[in-house]
């Protein structure tokens, strides 16, 4: 499926506010035997959806990023490659615990994948 997307134009979060997402989508493109064409790049995926809604172009972003679209105009098609992924990691300062900062680690925890 990605091949066929080798003559669109891209949109991609910028690499220096999201490298991993950013070099993901170049590695993905890559192994499907292309380099994608970045017509524009954007610093957070809201910003990448709605140049896609502008028109602008294609993206490959995360799988939550659904929730930030603006209509029902836009597809999204998940991606079967299990490769296509990209881990999340959290951090936090031990001197700023508060109960949020507890509850929201509890969660990751308890949703990370095995």
Do not use: Q, Y
């Amino acid at each position: 499926f990605l091949r066929e997307l080798a003559n669109e134009l891209f949109i991609l979060n910028d690499r220096s506010h999201s490298p991993a997402t950013f070099d993901k989508v170049i590695t993905l493109c890559a192994e499907a035997g292309f380099s994608p064409r970045i017509g524009s790049t954007a610093t957070v995926a809201s910003g990448v959806i709605a140049l896609v809604e502008a028109g602008e172009g294609v993206a490959i972003l995360p799988e939550g990023a659904k929730r930030l679209r603006n209509s029902d105009d836009l597809s999204f098609i998940p991606l079967a490659d299990r490769e296509a992924s990209i881990d999340l990691v959290i951090a936090w300062s031990p001197h700023h615990e508060n109960p949020a900062l507890g509850s929201f680690i509890e969660l990751a925890r308890r949703h990370k994948r095995k």
